[in-house]
């Protein structure tokens, strides 16, 4: 089967994770390693974090329900703080990716798990910056935003969505993720996922799954 659409998560794939600043701040903190991906990973379907994804709470409410979350682990965070660290920064390699594959005829997608918050679809801390994000969204044939639709990965219906409005089924499909917990569904559906740990390896597994030569997108 020929792999024909490429569909990327946005925040850890075409940006640097928000992982990265998270953990800066807990170690800046004396905060325990990982503690936010802890807090999000707890009551992974009802807590703040989910909530806010689909839209279903406000800035304010996040800030009180991830803080009340932090609190029962016996730690003092308020939402508020991990918000202004959403917005990872731009790696140009993955954006120069998007431009060749649209310039040689593949259709490209983006599934994005964010938040109504901050400046923008990838919740940029300055409006210049959301600037630079929407330019490159403008490059995807079609976006779909959790807190948008109020669906979130790694529920499967969201990447069915995504292959709907770009007009493909999953097994022409490769899908790009830094969370092993959203690339399952959409292997599970019979799309190529790739988890993407750094820009150069999820450009090199990316060649492999289109069949390109070593060194085309890099």
């Known amino acids: 089967m020929t792999r024909d659409t490429v569909i990327f998560d946005?925040?850890?794939?075409?940006?640097?994770?928000?992982?990265?600043?998270?953990?800066?701040?807990?170690?800046?903190?004396?905060l325990p390693h990982n503690l936010v991906r802890r807090i999000n990973s707890a009551n992974p379907d009802a807590n703040a974090w989910a909530l806010f994804e689909r839209a279903e709470i406000d800035?304010?409410?996040?800030?009180?329900?991830?803080?009340?979350?932090?609190?029962?682990?016996?730690?003092?965070?308020?939402?508020?703080?991990?918000?202004a660290l959403?917005?990872?920064?731009?790696?140009?390699?993955?954006?120069a990716a998007l431009d060749w594959l649209k310039a040689n005829?593949?259709?490209?997608?983006?599934?994005t798990n964010n938040v109504p918050a901050g400046h923008g679809a990838q919740m940029s801390s300055t409006a210049e910056k959301a600037?630079?994000?929407?330019?490159?969204?403008?490059?995807?044939?079609?976006?779909?935003?959790?807190s948008k639709i109020g669906i979130r990965k790694p529920d499967p219906a969201i990447y069915r969505l995504a292959c709907d409005a770009l007009g493909v089924?999953?097994?022409h499909c490769v899908y790009l993720d830094d969370l092993g917990i959203n690339c399952k569904p959409a292997a599970a559906l019979g799309m190529a996922a790739i988890k993407v740990s750094s820009g150069e390896q999820a450009l090199a597994d990316l060649e492999t799954a289109l069949g390109l030569e070593s060194g085309t997108l890099r």
Do not use: K, Q, W
Not at 15 to 28: I, W
Not at 60 to 83: C, I, K, M, N, Q
């Open 10 to 30: 946005f925040g850890g794939v075409i940006t640097s994770s928000p992982f990265e600043a998270f953990n800066r701040m807990e170690a800046e903190r004396g």
């Open 59 to 83: 800035a304010a409410s996040f800030d009180s329900l991830f803080a009340e979350e932090a609190r029962a682990l016996g730690h003092e965070l308020p939402g508020r703080d991990v918000l």
């Open 86 to 95: 959403l917005s990872g920064d731009i790696r140009p390699d993955m954006v």
């Open 105 to 111: 005829g593949y259709r490209i997608g983006c599934i």
């Open 131 to 146: 600037e630079a994000i929407a330019a490159i969204m403008a490059r995807f044939d079609h976006v779909v935003e959790s």
């Open 169 to 171: 089924t999953p097994d």
